[in-house]
């Protein structure tokens, strides 16, 4: 039977990967994401696993490249000036086809910034989290529960497809509490043969390695795991549409930002103005067919972001530039309003620019 | 005895810096595949066989047997 | 025929990459003799660094990984912390632990990690084409100090043995050298010490070995063990540092 708590943003998705079997948790404090390292040092020891807050960011995200490749479940957190530390190693992660889980719990950026919320990590979460050819899964929950369930999905398919997966969530869903149930806890955790463990007499040597100095062996090794990148963007992409069948306005937002745009979605269809969400859950793979499908009818787009509009671009791709792609955000922390949006939907419907 | 491999050797000439008997000497007359001079034991008579250049060798280019 | 000395059950067969005489490659036989005469090769993971031997993992007959520069140590704790019963141990030269890593050696240390570091210094970045290193002396000729190391703009060399030694978390820190077959034995003492150190469970373990780098130094590999004597070990006297066994 799940249980059934009311708990902050932050310290259920800490619980979360501990229901997902992630026994290894190394952070490093920083506002607003804290909270996870916290719920770690008290809950980790108490299931048998390991807490470290570690001396940096870097030193944190080394310890989940270790701790992955002796073959175990780990997970690390930060905010965005964090996780900008942690690129190199993100790099080295997905070249040596290690899966893991990254949570940014994004800050007003750029620099040191602000504590506030922000959706202005998306281009470096889904275009380039470290150096070189390489993709990362980002999933973006959008409610407490949501923070739960990609953090389980998150350790699957990373460990499906070796690869690193980031929660991209932000301040105000890792500070909000809500009603949240858990799943089971997870016992049986896959098989990894390629794992550095020793070899006990079992097997020859494992080497996990990044280094290829022959470029055509490198470059071999990255269309290797583009295929599976391949499999991952047909058949992982998710998104939410809602009202989206006959809308003339289909607004998209994801995290925090697309509960916002529903409300003012809501408030537009009560005053008669036909509009509708798209709510990306992973960023990457970018759920390109909802989008488009879903703007099918429509006249207008309108991308609701905290950023200046990151995702923008990424939204005319989907709709191959078919109609017009609209932007309203807030960035730096500032949190739109549904009433916000609810007057650019009015603006679009009305015509008026 | 003492069996060099030459297809490993570099000729670094660090066996011959500690053979306690000077035994050893570079083979300026050969080449490896590599393109190396490799080391020999110039002196049989003298060497007896301790392994010390087996030991500094950094290739773990020497094997030294005895009886 | 008795074996009077051959090469490690724990090397492969594949040639070492490093240079005529580099000292790379004795240290890598002290380590590998160490670890099968303890009996874990079974169990070892060994964390290859980025500098010259980011290749180790092709010459260690065991699991290994090759790590970002610098962070070894914090990939050993997660490996360590993740499956404590390997033997896991990082091997690192003074860009990689001195410089780019003083973080991660110095809280691998203080926090009592159990691993070892061998810790190989030559004063000088050999990778990368002989530029200066945190342990280069001053004087000393370099890439990037090519009028010799100055103490006014370049600040002075690191004794990292005698810094980790002032942390309560280090079971033992010890520097030898490799400079002849009485220096060797001494330095196989000390790795073995540092490999039996975590098998016991006794804690963070690391040994310095001061090393030649013929090829940048500018010197035959015989000549470049004559200089390290001469001018490395009174910079970096030999000796343990610190030893939780030994009573004072």
Known sequence: MAERALMKGNEALAEASIRAGCRHFFGYPITPQTEVSAYMAKRMPKVGGVFLQAESEVAAISMVMGAAAAGVRAMTSSSSPGISLKAEVISYIAACDLPCVIVNIQRGSPGVGGIQPAQSDYNQATKAPGHGDFHMLVYAPSTVQEMVNTVVTAFDTADKYRMPAMILGDGLLGQMMEPVEF??????????????????????????????????????????????????????????????????????????????????????RSQGIKAGLVRPVTLWPFPNAVIKESARHAGNILVVEMSMGQMVPDVKLAVECALPVHFFGHTGGVVPTPTEVLEQIKILSGGVE | MVTISENICKGCGLCGAVCPKQAMAINYGKLTEKGYNPAMVADTQSCVACGMCAMMCPDSAIKVERG | MAVVYEKSA???????????????????????????????????????????????????????????????????????????????????????????????????????????????????????????????????????????????????????????????????????TVTDIPAIRNAKRAIKKAFQNQIGGKGFSIVEVLS??????????????????????????????????VKV
């Not at chain 3, 210094?121 to 990368?128: D, F, Q, V």
């Not at chain 3, 000393?140 to 006014?152: C, F, I, K, L, S």
């Not at chain 3, 001018?231 to 939780?244: E, T």
């Open chain 1, 183 to 268: 799943p089971e806890m997870r016992t049986n955790m896959p098989e990894k043969p390629w794992a550095i463990n020793g070899m006990l007499g079992k097997r020859p040597k494992n080497v996990i390695n990044s280094l290829y100095l022959r470029p055509e062996e490198l470059e071999r090794t990255i269309i290797e795991r583009f295929a599976r990148y391949d499999e991952i963007i047909k058949e992982h992409a998710q998104a939410e549409a809602y009202l989206t069948g006959d809308a003339d306005i289909v607004v998209v937002a994801y995290g925090a930002a697309a509960r916002i745009a529903r409300s003012g979605v809501d408030a537009a």
């Open chain 3, 10 to 176: 724990a090397l492969t067969d594949v040639p070492l990459s490093y240079c005529p005489g580099c000292t790379h490659g004795i240290i890598h036989k002290l380590v590998a003799e160490s670890i099968v005469e303890l009996g874990v090769q079974d169990r070892a993971v060994g964390i290859a660094p980025v500098g010259c031997a980011v290749m180790a993992y092709d010459f260690f007959d065991f699991d290994m990984i090759q790590a970002p520069h610098g962070r070894a140590p914090a990939v050993a704790t997660g490996i360590k912390r993740a499956v404590p019963d390997t033997i896991v141990f990082t091997y690192q030269g003074d860009g990689d632990l001195a410089a780019i890593g003083t973080a991660e050696t110095v809280h691998s240390a203080t926090r009592g990690e159990n691993i070892v570091i061998i810790f190989v210094n030559n004063a000088i970045y050999g990778m990368t084409g002989g530029q200066m290193a945190p342990t280069t002396l001053v004087g000393q000729v370099t890439q990037t100090t090519p009028y010799g190391r100055d103490a006014g703009t370049q600040g002075f060399p690191v004794r990292v043995c005698e810094m980790l030694a002032t942390l309560e978390g280090v079971q033992y820190a010890e520097r030898v």
């Open chain 3, 212 to 245: 030649t780098c013929p090829t940048n130094w500018g010197l035959s590999p015989v000549e470049a063990l004559d200089w390290l004597k001469a001018n490395m070990i009174p910079q970096y006297p030999l000796g343990v540092f610190k030893d939780k066994e």
